[in-house]
């Protein structure tokens, strides 16, 4: 059987940082709060004129290096992203253009935050099917253009970035599992109101931005995230001692905390980057990952768990060998 396995990874971060203190001179808040509340310390910011293709080109770059490829060997793109450019084209066929990549399937999805998962488990099928032999899968989010600048409900919790993977087939895992879901009775609990068909008045206005009652979304997402995890486990026949790294989704430091004392993970197992980055949405994940490959936690041959949520609801879960 043929298997799928990430060759190389990449992220990119813009340059412009915000910090919590930098945050108490926008809104009514405190470090202290956002900190507590959120363990969010500092997040990135694109510059005016950056976007989401831009990030995607960077983070590309640094995943094909890692991978030892060249971009004439890419057959396949997949970029998760809620914040694309345009409405169309797509992100995909914007980095494939700037990279220079052959005419290939180049597209890309919405799943809010979990858009990465959705985005390298498109991946693992058509490698698995055989229609595709080298991928660059992206997770990549604007989400600073998305967001209500006095409302300090939202604005404190995202930051922008992107997360890159090289996926190639392999003859041993690589990647073990799949499991994606999605149910749209709680799609009022989180959304972003302007769209290409609805409430085009409002696109470009202050009222066109992400809305959230955070309480409601943070109970859903502890139950589903551990349940998840708990899914990806069985169906492999994995114990939990088994796992090396469990890499979430960055959205609150309380939801993964909640999670881990759900699934009875230590917190030492568990990679974290959500001080630093924010909630980066469908970037969180693969920046996660990159950081914890680069800095030599997770090695290869590890088992790591890769799991997100978000809006719609979506969520999902990959199960791999590093
Ligand atoms: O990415 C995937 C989807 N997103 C999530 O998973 C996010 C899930 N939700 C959360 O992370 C949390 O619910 C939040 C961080 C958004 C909010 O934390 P919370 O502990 O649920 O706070 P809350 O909404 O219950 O608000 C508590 C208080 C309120 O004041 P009162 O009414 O008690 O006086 C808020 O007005 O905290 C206040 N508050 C703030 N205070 C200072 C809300 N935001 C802030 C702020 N600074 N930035």
């Known amino acids: 059987m043929m298997f799928s396995r990430i060759a190389g990874t990449g992220r990119y971060l813009p340059e412009k940082v915000l910090t919590n203190f930098d945050l108490e001179k926008i809104v009514d808040t405190t470090d202290e709060w956002i900190r507590t509340r959120t363990g969010v310390e500092r997040r990135h910011h694109v510059a005016d004129d950056e976007t989401t293709?831009?990030?995607?080109?960077?983070?590309?770059?640094?995943?094909?290096?890692?991978?030892?490829?060249?971009?004439?060997d890419i057959d396949f793109i997949v970029v998760g992203t809620t914040s694309p450019d345009l409405i169309f084209p797509n992100v995909a066929t914007l980095v494939q253009h700037r990279l220079g990549i052959p005419p290939c399937p180049a597209f890309s999805l919405e799943a809010a935050c979990t858009g990465f998962i959705y985005a390298l488990t498109t991946a693992d099928k058509f490698i698995k099917a055989g229609e595709a032999t080298c991928v660059l899968v992206i997770g990549a989010e604007c989400?600073?253009?998305?967001?209500?600048?006095?409302?300090?409900?939202?604005?404190?919790?995202?930051?922008?970035?992107?997360g890159a993977v090289i996926v190639k087939p392999s003859d041993e895992p690589g990647i073990i599992g799949t499991h994606l879901g999605a149910d749209g009775q709680y799609k009022d609990l989180l959304y972003y109101p302007a769209g290409a068909s609805k409430n085009l008045e409002i696109a470009g206005t202050d009222d066109a931005a992400i809305i959230m009652q955070g309480n409601e979304v943070f109970k859903v997402a502890v139950k589903?995230?551990?349940?998840?995890?708990?899914?990806?486990?069985?169906?492999?026949?994995?114990?939990?001692?088994?796992?090396?790294?469990l890499i979430p989704h960055q959205a609150n430091?309380?939801?993964?905390?909640?999670t881990a004392k759900r699934l009875g993970m230590p917190m030492d197992k568990i990679i974290l980057t959500i001080q630093d980055?924010?909630?980066?949405?469908?970037?969180?994940?693969?920046?996660?990952?990159?950081?914890s490959v680069r800095d030599g936690r997770v090695q290869r041959g590890q088992l790591v768990l890769l799991e997100a949520f978000g809006g719609g609801f979506t969520w999902g879960s990959v199960l791999m060998r590093y």
Do not use: Y
């Open 53 to 72: 293709s831009d990030m995607c080109v960077e983070a590309a770059k640094v995943a094909i290096d890692d991978a030892g490829i060249d971009v004439s």
């Open 143 to 162: 989400i600073s253009k998305l967001i209500d600048w006095s409302d300090r409900n939202t604005c404190v919790l995202f930051g922008d970035g992107a």
């Open 224 to 245: 589903t995230l551990a349940n998840v995890a708990t899914q990806a486990l069985e169906s492999a026949g994995i114990g939990l001692s088994e796992l090396d790294w």
């Open 253 to 258: 430091i309380r939801i993964i905390q909640a």
């Open 277 to 291: 980055h924010g909630n980066t949405s469908a970037a969180s994940v693969p920046m996660a990952l990159d950081v």
